[in-house]
């Protein structure tokens, strides 16, 4: 059978196994000080990271060798885009707060076709949570099947979104119950799947390593996710890059979009 023709259900248990024994790879190197280097954008990347790329590249092009390849840590090419379903990888989302020994990041992985996640896996290494998701089939962790939250409102919403938007004057006034930022944007995003936050942001230029997985977990759990124009998100484009991203229950989910396009410059 070719790999393009395999059922989701093959794909997500090749995920799954492989989003766990990435995880064990990165504790290894979790608060022991691993050698950091510094991209040409000045994004901190570590040895950690490139562990993990290398044993995700192995497990899934290995298993998989007709799909493509985007990962945030192997040079980007053309290859990928003549692909009928690509990897798309994070080893490490969240490598800042990694480096400082915090919990929240993870290892992202999904499968996209058609330019949207089919399958999806995420995985928290430092709680062993494990979300995972395909079209169709729903949102799951640990047995449980996610929904996201029934919150009607922003006023009285949870919200996790960076750093620079918490004391924001629009965010203040929304009335928000709660504010927080969750340093990996894959996993402040699949808290709204959860039912841990009613509206994620995140601001312009993520990539699609960063959003697929959490894009299709959220989604399958009942909430949107898209630009601040509406609009859902195109993924395995020559460019990878977005603008700026609201992720919420669908009650809030026109609300939470008109306050992005205030924040937005």
């Given at each position: 059978m070719p790999d393009a023709e395999r059922g989701l259900d093959d794909d997500l248990a090749l995920l799954a196994e492989t989003a766990t024994a990435a995880g064990e790879v990165?504790?290894?190197?979790?608060?022991?000080?691993?050698?950091?280097?510094?991209?040409?954008?000045g994004s901190p990347v570590s040895e950690a990271d490139l562990a993990v790329d290398r044993l995700v590249e192995e497990r899934l092009r290995g298993a998989r060798p007709d799909y493509g390849w985007l990962s945030e840590e192997t040079a980007d090419g053309p290859e990928r885009l003549s692909r009928a379903r690509v990897f798309v990888v994070d080893p490490i989302d969240g490598t800042r707060a990694f480096l400082r020994g915090e919990e929240d990041w993870s290892v992202s992985l999904a499968i996209v076709e058609a330019g949207r996640p089919v399958v999806a896996?995420?995985?928290q290494p430092t709680t062993g949570a494990l979300m995972t998701a395909t079209l169709g089939g729903g949102a799951h962790c640990g047995g449980r099947r996610l929904g996201v939250s029934a919150c009607a409102t922003?006023?009285?919403a949870r919200l996790g979104a960076p750093y620079k938007y918490l004391e924001r004057r629009e965010i203040l006034d929304a009335g928000f119950a709660e504010r927080r930022a969750v340093p990996s944007l894959?996993?402040?995003?699949?808290?709204?799947?959860?039912g841990r936050l009613d509206v994620a942001y995140g601001t312009g230029n993520a990539h699609d390593w960063d959003l697929a997985a959490a894009d299709l977990l959220v989604h399958e759990a009942g909430g949107r996710f898209a630009i601040p124009s509406g609009e859902p998100l195109r993924y395995n484009l020559t460019d990878p890059r977005h603008p700026a991203l609201v992720a919420a229950t669908p009650?809030?989910?026109?609300?939470?979009l008109r306050l992005a396009e205030r924040l937005e410059p």
């Open positions: 990165a504790m290894r190197f979790f608060r022991r000080d691993p050698t950091v280097w510094r991209k040409s954008g896996a995420l995985l922003l006023s009285g894959a996993l402040r995003i699949a808290r709204v799947a959860e009650a809030v989910f026109a609300e939470a």
